[in-house]
Nanobody
């Protein structure tokens, strides 16, 4: 019922900022929690951040706390990831994902994934 499409990735210098968007189609967007994960070559997909259905409860990986901010706009069926103070180690393909579950830090909780968008941070 819901499809996800990420956008906003690209090349940015260390210390710079980037905002990713994830647009969802379907009528049930407000009933699902959303997360962002990332995967670098040769690495496992790791949790970055997630936001509850209400948009009030937020989760962040320790590696991005204070630098990344997740938000959602249910009227636009879109979730955002604002990334500031980017580091080369942030380089990865970033995926948004949707779930009706509650274990939002786990990639196994998510039922639906976007295609991913590449973020590359140069030194």
């Amino acid at each position: 019922q819901v499809t996800l499409v990420e956008s906003g990735g690209g090349l940015v210098q260390a210390g710079g900022s980037l905002r990713l968007s994830c647009a969802a189609s379907g009528r049930t967007f407000s009933s699902i929690a959303m997360g962002w994960f990332r995967q670098a070559p040769g690495k496992e997909r790791e949790f970055v951040t997630a936001i509850s259905r209400s948009g009030i409860i937020l989760y962040y990986a320790d590696s991005v706390k204070g630098r990344f901010t997740i938000s959602r706009d249910n009227a636009k069926n879109t979730v955002y990831l604002q990334m500031n103070s980017l580091k080369p180690e942030d380089t990865a393909v970033y995926y948004c994902a949707a779930t009706r579950g509650d274990s939002l830090r786990s990639r196994y909780e998510y039922d639906l994934w976007g295609q991913g968008t590449q973020v590359t941070v140069s030194s």
